[in-house]
């Protein structure tokens, strides 16, 4: 029908788009044109809208996506607004895409002058060298998964620098068919 036609390019559209994004995104990291802006944000309003925007998607395939916002209410965050919602759109989706069941889980805890944004899967994993390759924005940890999910491997090194660059860290946990776990500490705001 015309309809599944119409949504199959909407979402075909949309993949090149973010692809062509994060492209341009490592283009100006690469030639120094990226700069973040840093303000003090509040952060359940900033985890909600990447959480709205790829529950659905979670749901879709069936997976438990778990948060509570509560966590997140009443933090306040230094950080580039734009790109911090990036960065969790690109984690949120990594995640759900390549976890064929079971569950996403995002956390929120305050620690001390920081707060740390954990995202949770049980999906596929990786070895510790696939790790490596794909923090260095080599590409995709298995060239034969480009024929079942898309992109090219550029997110989680992006999504790195961008976190850097916010004073932040992003590091990464993962074993073959245990899942994966990304966190973020960022600094908080406190007045």
């Known amino acids: 029908p015309a309809a599944d036609v119409l949504t199959l390019l909407r979402e075909n ?11 341009f995104v490592a283009s100006r990291i690469e ?5 973040v802006l840093c303000e003090a944000e509040p952060l359940a309003p900033l985890l909600a809208k990447p959480v709205r925007k790829l529950q659905a998607l979670a749901k879709s395939k069936q997976l438990d996506f ?10 306040t965050v230094m950080v ?9 759109v690109q ?3 990594n995640a759900i895409k390549f976890t064929d069941e079971g569950s996403i889980h995002i956390s929120v805890a305050p ?4 707060v740390v944004i954990t995202i949770k899967d049980t999906g596929m994993g990786m070895h510790e060298a696939q790790l490596n390759e794909v923090m260095q924005g080599v590409g995709q940890v298995d060239p034969s998964l480009t024929k079942r999910v898309s992109g090219g491997g550029l997110g989680l090194s992006i999504s790195r620098w961008l976190i850097q660059q916010m ?3 992003l590091t990464v ?16 705001y406190v007045d």
């Open 91 to 93: 984690l949120l989706e």
């Open 13 to 23: 559209t949309e993949r090149l788009l973010a692809m062509i994004e994060k492209l």
């Open 173 to 188: 946990t993962s074993s073959p068919n245990e899942g994966t776990q990304v966190s973020l500490t960022l600094e908080r």
């Open 66 to 75: 778990i948060w509570q916002p509560d966590q997140a209410k009443g933090l």
């Open 111 to 114: 620690i001390a002058k920081q």
């Open 167 to 169: 004073g932040g860290e």
């Open 80 to 88: 580039d607004r734009i790109r911090l919602e990036q960065v969790l």
């Open 31 to 35: 030639h120094g044109a990226m700069h």
